[in-house]
Structure formats: C-alpha cells, structure tokens
C-alpha cells in the first residue's frame, strides 16, 4: 500500500505543475518537468483505472486543497464524469466540499460540479437539493435554475419547472426563455383539461400565450376548449392563426380545421380561405385540404386539374396518390398501373419519418412539443419535401 501511495503522491505533484522529487534511491535528486497536458492525462488514467477506490480515495485526500489545486481536483472529477465514472467523480467533488481548507470563492462551483454528478448517477433528489441552494447565486444561479427546469420536465413536475422558470423570466427578455414558460403552462393547461377543469386550462393556455405570443400548442390548446364548448365556427378561426404565428406548423392546422369540418361544418366553404393561405404558404396538407374543398363545391374534375397542375409545380409522393385516386373515382373503376402507383407509393411513405428537430436532427411519427433527444421545445418541425410537406 505504501508502495501505490508513493506513486499517487507522485503524480499529483506532476499533475500540479511542481518537480517529481526523489525517484528511486536517496542519491538520486535530478528534477523533471511536466512534458505535456497528455501526458498528465495519461498518467493519471491509468493510476485511477488500475488500483482501488481505496487508492483513489487515499490519493484525493492527500492532495493540498487551495487555491492552486482546486483546479485539479476540479479537472480530474470532470475527467471521470466525462468517462461515465460518475461514482469515482462523486467522490471527488464530496471531499473537495468537505475540505475546510476549500477555499469559499470555490465553493459554488464545486457544489454545481456535484450536482451534475448526481444528475449523471440519477440521484435526483440530491441533485435537486443542491441546485436550489445555488438558484440566488451570481454566478451559477442561471446554471442551477436550467438544470432544475430540465429535471422536473423529465419527472413532469410542470408546476415545479414553471415556478423556476418564472425566475428566470423575471426581467429576463430572451425569448428562449419566455417560449420555455409558455410551453411548460401549456404542460398545466393539458392536465387541466384531462381532468376536465375548462376554465383552468383557459386561464393557463391565456397566461402561455401572454409569455409566448407564437406558442402554436396553446392556440391548439384554445381550440380544444372552443370544440368542448360546442363553439365550431371559433374554433376554425383558432386554427388558422397559426399561419402567422409559425406557418412551418400550418399543415398540423390544417389537419385539425379539415377534421373539424368534416364533423361540425361544411369543408366546401374553406376554399377561398385555404387557396389564400397555400398562395402564401405552399404545403403538401393544405394543397390536399384545398382539392378536398373545391371537389365538393365544384366538382371532382376541377379538383383533379387544380392537383395536377399543382404537382407540376411541387411535386410530392401524397398529392400523387390522391391524383391516382381521383382519377380512378372519375374513370369509374381503378387500373391496374393505377394499383401499382398506389401500391408503390404507399411503400415509400409507410414508416418514414414525418417530422424532424430542426435544432439537433432527432425525427419520428410523432409530434413532440420537446425534443426528446436535445430538450429544446417547438423545434420538431413537420418535414418538408416530395415525401412529406
């Protein structure tokens, strides 16, 4: 044991920047310097790789703590949490903290350290703990404040990440961060309307676009109670304000006007209105949902033109197979190329992805309000292209 001592003292010293002092025997008192950062690196990882946590231990608690060599400690617990040794970097940070030779303006910042270990390990609530002590801190009070919003979104604690995140707003212009409020109310709004209490989720899908004007969830959420309200022609209205808050969510828009049309209204009247919106905006969705609306007030044919000569311009894998299926209806039965248009089409579009990050690239079927893969919200975006939008 004295032996691995030996060698832990010597690599602090050279970790540290100071001489390597005797090596070998008595006589010998030639002093050598660091060669490289790399090499320091190196030397340490296959110290703390090869003996025990005992060693390891032994090692960080003999090792002076000031101001010199917080950084050291600092770095070598960021080594082994960027390892996926988080247990080995815990215990780093936990004596750094105990050490009342630490100096205080470190404090803090070992503390952060700490938490993102425990972060890392799934220890959520003393990672919790130690991120509110530091929510008033200059320094790293933003820090713990992101951190603690990003732990209640993974444990849907919506209530908890909203009071934080109000923190953070409060004179805070960035709208980053207004879009995070406004998002996580519209988290409340849901459960509000779950258990049925409407004028909750009024007042919070209000509130979310008050943080957010251009928060499309809450206008959707709107829409919702207008339908539970029995409130149709409204509710219409509602989807199509998303034009102008993000036009890239017009085809969700449009899906939920078509759908309520359908149920509730009369499809036919949208024409102008949606002829409007695709001279503007161009999508694959509201392309279709204006052939349905034109078929029904002027005619199959007229539709079958307008979507041919449409696909001319964008073409795309959707609008294609509703042509074949116009054509087919109008003809009176379906030929078998027109079959095998069909068939073929529906191959390449089964199991696409349909919508994708524009932030980190993450894509699936389904609509996420936050990316599951970078955390960020409303940057799932409906694909565009000839087999999507």
Known sequence: MDIVLQ??????????????????????????????????????????????????????????????TVGLHLSIGAHFRHKGETDRAI??????????????????????????????????DRAEALLHQLMGDREYGRKASLQLIELYQQEKEWGKAGQVA????????????????????????????????????????????????????????????LVRQGSYKDAANQSLKVFDQNPEFGSEAVDRLMKLEREHGDVGRL???????????????????????????????????????????????????????????????????????????HLILANRPVYRCVNCGFSGQQLHWLCPSCKQWETVRPIQGVEAE
């Open 7 to 68: 060698w832990l003292l010597l690599t602090v010293a050279v970790a540290a920047g100071w001489f390597v002092g005797r090596m070998g025997n008595s006589r010998d008192r030639s002093k050598t310097p660091i060669s490289d950062e790399e090499s320091v690196k190196d030397r340490l990882q296959f110290l703390f790789t090869n003996y025990s946590d005992q060693a390891v231990e032994n090692f960080v608690q003999s090792l002076a703590v000031n101001k010199e």
């Open 91 to 124: 215990l780093i940070h936990q004596n750094l903290l105990a050490r009342p030779e630490l100096p205080p303006r470190y404090s803090q910042q070992v503390t952060y350290e700490l938490a993102i270990d425990y972060l890392n390990a799934g220890l959520l």
């Open 166 to 225: 109000r923190t953070l707003t409060t004179g805070d212009n960035d709208p980053g961060m207004h879009k995070m409020l406004a998002y996580i109310t519209c988290e409340l709004a849901e459960d509000a309307l779950k258990h049925d209490d409407r004028w909750m989720a009024q007042k919070q899908t209000r509130e979310a676009l008050e943080y957010d004007a251009s928060c499309v969830r809450a206008t959707f959420i709107m829409m919702k109670l």
């Open 271 to 345: 024409s102008k209105k949606l002829g409007k919106f695709y001279e503007s905006w161009p999508s694959t969705s509201l392309l279709l949902a204006l052939v349905e609306s034109v078929e029904r007030t002027s005619g199959r044919m007229a539709a079958i033109e307008l979507l041919r000569r449409e696909l001319e311009v964008r073409p795309s894998v959707r609008g294609l197979l509703r042509l074949v299926e116009l054509a087919g209806y109008e003809k009176g039965m379906t030929t078998d190329e027109g079959r095998l248009v069909s068939r073929i089409g």
